[in-house]
């Protein structure tokens, strides 16, 4: 943020945000609460939150009372002042799947649900909208009061040509699509790779809370990488970073011999998993039913594979944590995870701890919420200023 001015408005919008921010992370509060909190006098106190009440961003929610002296009002955030819209797309047999949520500014899911939405149409960004207002209205939700929506999808976004990549859902690669949303919604939208978002749900919800720096494999349909530096997330310089199916096997210029995959994704994405998994006699609808129905015979061949794809990330980042995710890595469990070790150990000198995810709700969309809810939060706090600024 720039240096801020010692006008008279700019430090009232400095005690604005100071009081919504800790309306925000520490729920309701009293008038004598926040003067402890922030140092402000009375009177500023007073007109600070008249001022949020006026701007539909905080509310009284009731009186405190068994005490001495007068009945104290509790202020809190008002929920509906603003909200985040998540989505998070997938791919599947027929059309994109797409699953929505929508969070309150005090962070409770209004509404969520899940759609089979047409991509490769005439204008895409207008079928994303359509399926995200016609959630609001069967809540009961002002749609214009989305103020900003987080996408997690099964590939990487280019800002700079405004093009996801490295994607197979039909339409959705199209470059525009994510400008023309914003202007269909009137809202910011951020786009981030599903994997990333897992690992923001992974650390807030599961077990990588308290970690410094931990990878998340994804084994699923597809293969993917978060890795999470003490709670900043690489990326890359094109939103390319974690894209680990892509990684070759063998050296540049040599052939794979009969049975051999030139990458990982060859190896460990589902149609690898389902094909090993026919080879131990395993028959199954998906590749995580078939690591559920697999013997240790099964589990110690695919756990080699998730050996290799995690000794690569050991050697070069050096975690303090692997977390094993995805439908594949969730439905292996401890029989997965504690195979994983063992090859892992065995192959090399580097010992870094592996356990299976702690999610058990959809780590797409709930990286999407929390992310989205965040942002939504930063945003309200920085209009604050930029509206008082000379």
């Given at each position: 943020?720039?240096?801020?001015?010692?006008?008279?408005?700019?430090?009232?919008?400095?005690?604005?945000?100071?009081?919504?921010?800790?309306?925000?992370?520490?729920?309701?509060?009293?008038?004598?609460?926040?003067?402890?909190?922030?140092?402000?006098?009375?009177?500023?106190?007073?007109?600070?939150?008249?001022?949020l009440v006026s701007a539909d961003l905080a509310r009284i929610?009731?009186?405190?009372?068994?005490?001495?002296?007068?009945?104290?009002?509790?202020?809190?955030?008002?929920?509906?002042?603003?909200?985040?819209?998540?989505?998070?797309?997938?791919?599947?047999?027929?059309?994109?799947?797409?699953?929505?949520?929508?969070?309150?500014?005090?962070?409770?899911?209004?509404?969520?649900?899940?759609?089979?939405?047409?991509?490769?149409?005439?204008?895409?960004?207008?079928?994303?909208?359509?399926?995200?207002?016609?959630?609001?209205?069967?809540?009961?939700?002002?749609?214009?009061?989305?103020?900003?929506?987080?996408?997690?999808?099964?590939?990487?976004?280019?800002?700079?040509?405004?093009?996801?990549?490295?994607?197979?859902?039909?339409?959705?690669?199209?470059?525009?699509?994510?400008?023309?949303?914003?202007?269909?919604?009137?809202?910011?939208?951020?786009?981030?790779?599903?994997?990333?978002?897992?690992?923001?749900?992974?650390?807030?919800?599961?077990?990588?809370?308290?970690?410094?720096?931990?990878?998340?494999?994804?084994?699923?349909?597809?293969?993917?990488?978060?890795?999470?530096?003490?709670?900043?997330?690489?990326?890359?310089?094109?939103?390319?970073?974690?894209?680990?199916?892509?990684?070759?096997?063998?050296?540049?210029?040599?052939?794979?011999?009969?049975?051999?995959?030139?990458?990982?994704?060859?190896?460990?994405?589902?149609?690898?998993?389902?094909?090993?998994?026919?080879?131990?006699?395993?028959?199954?609808?998906?590749?995580?039913?078939?690591?559920?129905?697999?013997?240790?015979?099964?589990?110690?061949?695919?756990?080699?594979?998730?050996?290799?794809?995690?000794?690569?990330?050991?050697?070069?980042?050096?975690?303090?944590?692997?977390?094993?995710?995805?439908?594949?890595?969730?439905?292996?469990?401890?029989?997965?995870?504690?195979?994983?070790?063992?090859?892992?150990?065995?192959?090399?000198?580097?010992?870094?701890?592996?356990?299976?995810?702690?999610?058990?709700?959809?780590?797409?969309?709930?990286?999407?919420?929390?992310?989205?809810?965040?942002?939504?939060?930063?945003?309200?706090?920085?209009?604050?200023?930029?509206?008082?600024?000379?």
């Amino acid at each position: 943020m720039e240096r801020l001015s010692g006008s008279a408005k700019l430090l009232r919008a400095m005690n604005t945000s100071a009081v919504l921010a800790h309306l925000l992370d520490r729920g309701p509060l009293t008038r004598a609460d926040i003067r402890e909190l922030t140092g402000l006098s009375k009177p500023t106190t007073s007109d600070v939150l008249r001022a949020l009440v006026s701007a539909d961003l905080a509310r009284i929610t009731g009186h405190t009372s068994g005490g001495p002296g007068p009945n104290a009002e509790i202020y809190a955030t008002n929920p509906d002042g603003a909200y985040a819209a998540a989505m998070s797309i997938r791919e599947t047999e027929r059309r994109p799947e797409v699953a929505l949520a929508i969070s309150d500014l005090a962070g409770v899911t209004r509404a969520r649900d899940e759609r089979l939405v047409a991509l490769d149409v005439a204008d895409p960004a207008e079928a994303l909208r359509d399926a995200l207002f016609s959630v609001c209205r069967a809540a009961g939700l002002a749609p214009e009061r989305i103020r900003h929506v987080h996408i997690g999808v099964p590939g990487s976004y280019d800002p700079n040509t405004d093009t996801i990549h490295h994607v197979d859902v039909p339409g959705l690669g199209r470059p525009g699509l994510i400008s023309a949303l914003r202007r269909r919604l009137g809202a910011t939208v951020e786009v981030d790779n599903d994997v990333n978002l897992a690992a923001v749900a992974e650390r807030r919800h599961g077990v990588a809370k308290g970690t410094d720096t931990f990878a998340l494999l994804w084994l699923d349909h597809g293969l993917g990488l978060a890795i999470d530096l003490n709670g900043s997330l690489l990326r890359g310089s094109r939103g390319g970073a974690g894209e680990i199916g892509y990684m070759p096997l063998g050296l540049p210029g040599t052939r794979p011999t009969q049975g051999e995959e030139p990458d990982l994704d060859g190896v460990l994405a589902g149609p690898a998993v389902m094909k090993l998994a026919a080879e131990h006699g395993v028959r199954a609808g998906s590749p995580a039913r078939a690591v559920e129905l697999g013997g240790a015979a099964f589990i110690a061949a695919l756990a080699q594979r998730v050996a290799v794809a995690a000794a690569t990330v050991v050697a070069v980042l050096d975690p303090s944590l692997i977390v094993l995710a995805g439908a594949v890595g969730k439905a292996g469990g401890t029989r997965l995870r504690d195979a994983a070790v063992i090859a892992l150990h065995a192959n090399g000198p580097l010992e870094t701890a592996i356990a299976t995810t702690g999610v058990n709700d959809d780590p797409v969309l709930l990286g999407s919420m929390d992310a989205g809810l965040e942002r939504v939060r930063e945003d309200l706090l920085r209009s604050i200023h930029d509206t008082q600024r000379p």
